[in-house]
């Protein structure tokens, strides 16, 4: 019964709001609407997510509306008013700065860390002085901290050279030599001795002998000697492993001509990196890749092999260029390039055309 009573009470309601409409007061129904469902809205949401514009509007819709009238807003009249402030204050407040000093530039951080890795016994009052003669004005201790933040020792000790910076900085009065073995088809083992010009990365591989006595040794250090003339007098070191085959006569060679010989620390092999790196790439590239005979027949193979690998094979190291580069005049208007098979097809050389 009393449902019915207030369906017909409501039923009532409603028309007369249909009067009003007809009789213009559709927007008065329309507030009514909106009304009920802020209402409605009010019940489910506990908290009101907004974005920054609507705290601007609804904050300058509050300074419109009488005060009295506020309780129509789903939010209290203290964060209204705490919204307007913060709009008077970031409408006049100046842009705050950060605190602190102001960021290294990335160019003088690159640089730093470039000097420190080119230089490695510098510290960072060393580096900070070189930068300022470049007219980088940057304080000791920014360099220290940039140094400490990428890893590196902002006062390394001055121990001597590693075995890199002091080859990087001989190279070109080092010459570096090595054995290394092959066997022949009848399981001879057979000794290949060879020389590197670190500077220029060309290879001599002097002599191919199946007993590597001292005095053979000395005798193909003599004839390297020859073949270099002039070139020799421009060395200053001989780097060269602990190996028996090298006798003290081997070394009275060169320290006659005033090169210094060099041993590298035992089981070290990579304190003689170049030359242990050719004798990779010579078992990759040509005696892996064959069935040796003999002696003469290793010699003749790597005689070829040394001719392509100084004047035609091109090394990451020297820009992709040979050791001994042969000079062309590239005619883009005919250009043909031709191939020329080495040790029988095994490699293959291109050039262009004449």
């Known amino acids: 019964m009393s449902t019915s009573l207030l369906y017909l009470l409501l039923r009532q309601v409603l028309r007369m709001l249909s009067q009003l409409a007809h009789d213009d007061g559709a927007k008065d129904v329309e507030i009514l609407v909106l009304r009920h469902q802020v209402a409605v809205l009010s019940r489910q ?45 970031r409408r006049w407040t100046n842009p705050h700065a950060r605190p602190g000093r102001p960021p290294v530039d990335k160019q003088v951080r690159d640089l730093v860390l470039r000097l420190a890795a080119e230089n490695p016994s510098w510290g960072h009052r060393r580096i900070q002085g070189e930068l300022v003669g470049l007219g980088y004005p940057v304080a000791a201790s920014t360099v220290w901290k940039i140094l400490n933040q990428a890893g590196v020792d902002p006062a390394p000790r001055r121990s001597g050279p590693t075995w890199k910076q002091f080859l990087t900085a001989q190279a070109h009065t080092i010459l570096a030599c090595d054995f290394f073995t092959v066997d022949t088809v009848f399981l001879k083992r057979i000794y290949v001795l060879f020389f590197v010009e670190i500077a220029t990365r060309q290879v001599h591989v002097v002599g191919v002998t199946a007993h590597a006595t001292g005095t053979w040794v000395m005798q193909q250090a003599r004839n390297l000697l020859m073949d270099l003339d002039q070139h020799a007098a421009g060395l200053r070191c001989l780097l060269r492993d602990r190996d028996t085959k090298f006798a003290a006569v081997f070394d009275t ?14 089981q070290a092999p990579r304190a003689n990196a170049f030359a242990e790196r050719w004798v990779g790439t010579v078992r990759r590239e040509c005696t892996d890749r064959m069935l040796i005979v003999g002696e003469r027949h290793l010699a003749a193979v790597l005689a070829e092999y040394t001719a392509h690998y100084n004047s035609h094979r091109p090394h990451r190291s020297l820009d992709q260029q040979p050791p001994n580069p042969a000079p062309h005049v590239v005619d883009l208007n005919g250009v043909r390039i031709q191939r020329r098979p080495i040790l029988g097809g095994l490699i293959n050389e291109y050039s262009q055309a004449a």
């Open 45 to 89: 949401v506990t908290r009101l997510d907004l974005e920054p514009a609507d705290r601007v509007v609804l904050a300058v819709l509050s300074r419109l509306l009488p005060r009295p009238r506020w309780s129509v807003l789903f939010v209290t009249p203290a964060t209204l008013l705490r919204w307007h402030r913060e709009l008077v204050a």
């Open 253 to 266: 060679v060169f320290t006659a001509e005033g090169i210094d010989v060099i041993k590298t620390p035992p």
